[in-house]
């Protein structure tokens, strides 16, 4: 079953007609008319017409000369005003989410002209709020050279952001959402909405949803005094809006590649590993029923083949028959000094075959010899030679899932390890947007993502290891995001929005080879039980002086793994404003339910087992 939770907020806002109103999808024109002498002009009719939909909406100017029209989805419009004695003014007004457009009107007699046509775009200006934002349309955002055509890669332009000391792996963020902290606030803070619904995990706080380029209108990033109704967030808050169709077809067909050919070679490995992204996808919108139904769907996939290379650490063969003569470093002198060759005075230590001699640092002692405390353990040899350890059977028959080494005869850095990670997303967007009168527009928008991610291992699949990813496993993810949404306008003075959002975060991540059973067929009880989500190589330290790491594990390769969780979001929004005088009353409410299932596997559940080389015996003057 999974958890839930539910919250809601109610926002009470009153301001003067013309005053700001944060709209999480859609924008404003204010205005003011007067005439030639500076006087307010009331009851003109202003007609605001969508040029890209063809649909136009009324309003009549308040006693005050003041309107404001409400509720415009962001593009290019017309504004038209009239009255009677004047001759009619005309503009051209660009609309953005969540700002508004100013256009005022100055009418002059029909006596003295035939109209007024004001032939550039009406400017935004941002004198009706304090909030400190950043707006990029739908054009500038594609002609920015953005790496993945990553859009939370904008954070980084806005002041005081800063890339976050470590990010989500890419299994648990396929999508691959930025962590940025914004004005000293926590990544977790900020807020990300599509469409004017949740877009940010409640529990990582990252965007479940990065949307495609070409399906952008608008991307807007404010980062301090925003209104009220977006209170959820305190760091930056992210907007996304996406593109309607219109009364014209319309589309977009786009390819990225980028390969290997001119890449060098690692420097430390001189190997240059195979590497080839491919980025691909388009868009399509235009009509379905002219001037009322419209629909808009895109594409996007890609595919990356990322080749890397590594050197570790394998035992070698000698090692694993027990001999670890190899690690053996300098001799142990009277009063703890360290030499490189034997010293006139030297501390001497027991052996297991009991003979007595020098102390040298690396020197392995038998745990099963001497006290608590370890005092009077002796130290391993066979045939008089040191370091020379019994292996157990069930850990020689462990050891060779492990490769050979492969660079060179020494013990440490002895193998270089080649291999290249598949990434594959495809992901949809469809939108459907239908005004069946001047006073009513609904839309619909649905997004699925789907990621799979394939990354070898150093060993090979069954004996894991580390990974020139930072990441080993298999990753299988499906992000999916819904926004219902409609406006309506009652009368003149009173209208309504509301909004339906719902989002579902799924990830399955599993160790490779997940199905076998190592440990238990090496002769390991307790490790792989009978349960699927112990399978798989449990995870191996073998720490300090000649260490290495195997298996599976967040400490080996990044394998937070086997990892299933769900996240479900639920979200209802509603606001009204109304209007009378010179006055304007916002207010409305936002309710949530949120349920979120996450089976943990910050501890590889097949077991992790640490080795350590902490001193295990004590020394005796000879």
Request: one cysteine or more.
């Amino acid at each position: 079953m999974l958890p839930s939770k539910w919250t809601a907020c109610v926002c009470l806002l009153l301001l003067p007609v013309g005053g700001g109103f944060a709209q999480a999808v859609s924008g404003n024109i204010d205005g003011t008319v007067v005439d030639s002498s500076g006087g307010a002009v009331p009851d003109a009719t202003i007609t605001i017409t969508d040029l890209e939909r063809g649909t136009a909406t009324h309003k009549q100017s308040n006693a005050q000369g003041n309107f404001s029209q409400t509720h415009l989805l962001a593009g290019s419009y017309r504004v038209k005003v009239e009255s009677p004695g004047f001759a009619p003014f005309f503009a051209n007004a660009t609309v953005q989410v969540d700002a508004t457009t100013r256009v005022d009107a100055d009418l002059y007699p029909a006596s003295d002209r035939t109209g007024v046509n004001v032939t550039t775009d009406t400017p935004l200006l941002t004198a009706d709020r304090a909030e400190i934002a950043l707006t990029f349309t739908g054009s500038e955002v594609k002609k920015l050279p953005l790496l993945d055509r990553n859009p939370t890669n904008l954070l980084l332009v806005v002041p005081g952001a800063q890339t976050n000391s470590w990010q989500f792996s890419i299994s648990e963020n396929p999508q691959q959402g930025l962590q940025a902290n914004i004005n000293g606030q926590f990544f977790t803070a900020n807020g990300f909405l599509i469409d004017g619904t949740e877009n940010e995990s409640a529990v990582l706080g990252m965007a479940v949803v990065n949307p495609n380029l070409d399906s952008l209108q608008d991307f807007k990033v404010s980062t301090s005094n925003y209104d009220a109704e977006f209170g959820s967030a305190s760091g930056a808050l992210l907007q996304a809006t996406t593109k309607s169709g219109t009364n014209r077809w319309h589309g977009s067909l786009f390819e990225f590649l980028r390969n290997s050919v001119t890449n060098a070679a690692d420097p430390f490995t001189l190997l240059n590993p195979p590497l080839r992204w491919n980025q691909f996808g388009g868009s399509v919108g235009g009509p379905i029923v002219k001037d009322k139904l419209f629909g808009f769907f895109d594409y996007q996939g890609t595919r990356r083949r990322t080749g890397g290379s590594l050197i570790t650490t394998v035992p070698t063969q000698a090692e694993r028959a027990g001999d670890l003569s190899g690690l053996l470093g300098g001799y142990i002198c009277d009063g703890g000094t360290l030499s490189s060759g034997p010293c006139s005075h030297a501390l001497m230590v027991t052996t297991t075959e009991g003979a007595s001699v020098a102390a040298r640092a690396g020197m392995v002692f038998n745990p099963n010899t001497g006290d608590a405390n370890g005092a009077g353990r002796e130290a391993f040899t066979r045939n008089g030679r040191v370091n020379i350890i019994p292996v157990a059977p069930a850990i020689a028959r462990l050891m060779n899932n492990l490769p050979l080494p492969n660079n060179g005869p020494g013990i440490f850095n002895n193998f270089i390890s080649a291999g290249s990670q598949h990434f594959d997303s495809d992901q949809y967007d469809a939108r459907v947007d239908y005004n069946p009168n001047p006073l009513t527009h609904l839309f619909s928008r649905y997004t699925i993502a789907s990621f799979n991610i394939h990354s070898p291992a150093a060993f090979g699949d069954l004996a894991g290891g580390p990974s020139a990813f930072n990441f080993t496993g298999d990753s299988v993810d499906r992000n999916q995001s819904l926004a219902l949404g409609i406006d309506h306008g009652f009368s003149s003075t009173l209208v309504t929005d509301a909004r339906f959002g719902y989002f579902r975060y799924r990830i399955r991540i599993q160790p490779l080879a997940a199905e076998t059973t190592p440990a238990t067929d090496a002769g390991l009880p307790g490790l792989n039980l009978a349960s699927p989500q112990t399978g798989g190589m449990p995870a191996f330290y073998i720490n300090g002086n000649g260490g290495f790491a195997f298996g599976y594990g967040l400490g080996v390769n990044g394998c937070d793994c086997p990892l299933r969780q769900t996240e479900n979001h639920f979200q209802f929004v509603n606001n009204w404003r109304k209007e009378w005088n010179n006055h304007s009353l916002k207010f409305g409410i936002d309710v949530r339910r949120a349920q979120e299932q996450r089976i943990p596997s910050d501890s590889h559940p097949s077991g992790e087992l640490s080795f350590s080389d902490s001193a295990t015996g004590s020394s005796t003057r000879r």
